[in-house]
């Protein structure tokens, strides 16, 4: 069974930072790819950030240059940093792991952290 936890969400000023963490339950190498969705209220759900088991990275257009994903392996965490933030950054965050077989892919999510941007 495979957990996701978030934590490091929180209320911060425009133009702060947060740094929020994803402590899987196993390797992060052992997932095909990981990543970061945001959800706003009575929107959508969003990719904002992926990173594969090769270490190829993806960002929404609305967070280049702001936000970036990485890992520490012997952690077994993947990290979103966020910077510049903006309003409109705020959402529910969930973490995200992929692992694809040849029968069908598996999603896994976390449970979610808040995420509030004051202006």
């Known amino acids: 069974q495979v957990q996701l936890v978030e934590s490091g969400g929180g209320l911060v000023q425009a133009g702060g930072s947060l740094r929020l963490s994803c402590a899987a339950s196993r390797s992060t190498f052992s997932f095909n790819a990981m990543g970061w969705y945001r959800q706003a209220p009575g929107k959508q759900r969003e990719l904002v950030a992926t990173l594969t088991s090769g270490s190829v990275t993806n960002y929404a257009d609305s967070v280049k240059g702001r936000f970036t994903i990485s890992r520490d392996s012997a952690k077994k965490t993947v990290y979103l940093q966020m910077n510049s933030l903006k309003p409109e950054d705020t959402a529910v965050y969930y973490c995200?792991?992929?692992?694809?077989?040849?029968?069908?892919?598996?999603?896994?999510w976390g449970q979610g952290t808040q995420v509030t941007v004051s202006s």
């Open positions: 995200n792991a992929v692992v694809i077989t040849i029968a069908t892919t598996y999603n896994y």
